[in-house]
Structure formats: structure tokens, C-alpha cells
């Protein structure tokens, strides 16, 4: 392996959402009998009025335009996904996003959002449990 060379790839173009407000940010949960298996599936924002999500495989983070979520249909409580809609978390929604870091480690990559009035938002993809988690801080 070649110093300074990412141990993530970045699949698709980040959208040009620096500088942008956030105005809806919406969480799709994987569960698996009624407990949380996967906390950040998919994260779903609203900036400028345009809809992206953020979700990640592997060692490879994804950024895709996107219609509005809706809530999931489900026909089995034994595996489920749930939409969590966060759009009220106080310095995230309303606020304008600064940048934003990646990173990749081998059994994980990331990305955090820094929003400009210090708040942020962290997605960590723990690739040998096909599972992201999330923090907010």
C-alpha cells in the first residue's frame, strides 16, 4: 500500500452542498426483531431544496441525488427499516454546513458533517458488520 493513499474510495460526486442550509435530515434504520441492526442505513438531507443521501458498502462511501424519503413499507417485524425523521435537531436543520472530512481505516470509513455554528454530524460504517453508526455532537 502506497502512503497517503485513502483506505476509502468516495463513489459518485459530492453534491455542492457546502455553504448550502440544511433544512430536513431524516435517518433509514435497518431492525432486526424489533432492535436496531443498523442505526444510519441511509442518511437522507434537504439542502436548497434538493434531497441527497449519504450511505456507504464497504470501504466505499456513496453520495446519490435523491427524492424526499418516505416512510418504508414493511411486511415482516423480523427485519424492518424505519425512517427517523430528525428534521427539528438543533445545529443541523437551519443551519449551514461548512464541510465536510472522510476518512478509511481497513474495517471502517467515515464522514463527518461540521456544520458553521460547531455542530456535527458522524457516520461510521463498520464494515465487517455491514453496519453504520451515528453520532451527533
Known sequence: MTTGTPLYSLNGEQPP????????????????????????????????????????????????????????????????????????????????LASVEYWGASAEVGATLNFEEGSTLTFRHLADHDKTLFRAG
Request: glycine residues 8%; aromatic residues 12%.
Open 17 to 96: 452542498i457546502v455553504g448550502c442550509e440544511c433544512t430536513s435530515f431524516c435517518l433509514l434504520q435497518h431492525q432486526e426483531h424489533g432492535e436496531v441492526a443498523d442505526p444510519a442505513n441511509v442518511a437522507y438531507f434537504e439542502f436548497s431544496g434538493k434531497w441527497v443521501r449519504l450511505y456507504f458498502d464497504g470501504n466505499t462511501i456513496f453520495w446519490r441525488s435523491s427524492d424526499q424519503p418516505t416512510v418504508p413499507v414493511n411486511h415482516t417485524d423480523s427485519s424492518a427499516l424505519a425512517l427517523v425523521n430528525l428534521s427539528k435537531m438543533p445545529g443541523v436543520v437551519g443551519c449551514n
